[in-house]
């Protein structure tokens, strides 16, 4: 029976295959050192694609990849397991001048300074710009590591640095284009609004819901008032639809997102309770009237009999 293939990582073993490492010693690069007694020693550098230990200190983050922050409890986790194991899986690494740079596993670098270890496995490689943001961007996926922001920053970024198509990106990150679009349009938040995201203080489904909302600053006021509030996303794209809905009734009133959301939510909850159309009128200063319809003398009855059974406080 076949191995089934994982749901990921298409893209990824393209860009790194993964057959057994080979040593390259005829091409290696050799630095001169001398040695105690004043005889010059050659000292080999280390050969691509051949897995060695370097020193933490010899290796750098890659300051342009995709995730910008590491949750700290899972980070301790990680070190915590080092400790006990050492770091299973080599880094994937570059040179860069006088050190090397990481191309996938600065999380696991991360954790083993934490642990105290003084160096780490890794399998040295040659890659381009483009395919050192693509190895970056599809494990960091694999493990679920991006949060929604830096994985649309990434996909942004593969089309307009590598003018890679949304097809193209899509293949490599086994998403569909779908899923790649709605990503990125996530960037037409309010920058405020990411951070929120970012911060999780809104889930991608609210955040997605305030897409319907074109002015920046009502998008903020909205997410201020999901946090504070803590509405759900059908609340949110109720909200939308109110704001929607007065804005074409008014276009040159700017809503208050905050006051028109309660003020629907509650006659919604009093047409519940009712059973018959409930609408708030607002005026200024806090002030404004409730209608409540009626369509015959025996619903009025009805409602009448309503509110007489409601005890007095």
């Known amino acids: 029976m076949a191995a089934k293939k994982p749901a990921l990582g298409k893209g990824l073993d393209s860009l790194i295959p993964r057959q057994t490492a080979v040593k390259h010693t005829a091409n290696t690069p050799e630095k001169a ?61 570059q040179k860069k001048g006088d050190y090397y740079e990481i191309i996938a596993g600065e999380r696991r670098w991360r954790a083993a300074k934490l642990a105290g270890l003084k160096e780490v496995p890794v399998i040295i490689r040659e890659f381009s710009e483009q395919q050192a943001v693509e190895i970056s961007l599809i494990e960091n996926i694999q493990r679920e590591n991006l949060n929604p922001i830096e994985e649309a920053v990434a996909y942004k970024r593969l089309l307009t640095e590598f003018h890679l198509k949304q ?45 319907g909302i074109e002015d920046k600053e009502l998008q903020y006021q909205c997410a201020q008032e999901i946090f504070d509030k803590k509405l759900s996303v059908r609340d949110v794209e109720r909200m939308v639809k109110v704001l929607s809905s007065e804005k074409m009734e008014n276009p040159k009133q700017k809503a208050n997102p905050s006051n028109d959301f309660i003020y629907q939510d509650y006659a919604d909850k009093m047409k519940s309770l009712l059973g018959t159309k409930v609408s708030i009128e607002q005026k200024n200063h806090n002030k404004g009237r409730i209608v409540i319809d009626y369509y015959s003398n025996e619903e009025l009855e009805r409602l009448m009999y309503l509110f007489q059974s409601i005890p007095a406080e």
Do not use: C, W, Y
Request: proline content about 4%.
């Open 33 to 93: 050192t001398e040695s105690s007694s004043g005889k010059t020693a050659v000292k080999k550098e280390p050969a691509l694609n051949e897995e060695v230990k370097l020193k933490l200190t010899q290796i750098e983050p890659n300051h342009d990849q995709p995730r910008k922050s590491f949750d700290e409890d899972s980070l301790l986790e990680l070190a915590d397991s080092i400790r006990q194991f050492g770091v299973i899986q080599p880094l994937i690494v």
């Open 167 to 211: 097809e193209e990106v899509a293949e490599r990150v086994s998403k569909s284009r779908t899923a790649v679009t709605n990503s990125m349009r996530l960037l037409k938040l309010d920058e405020r609004v990411q951070q929120m995201v970012v911060e999780e203080k809104l889930s991608t489904g609210h955040a997605r819901a305030l897409l």
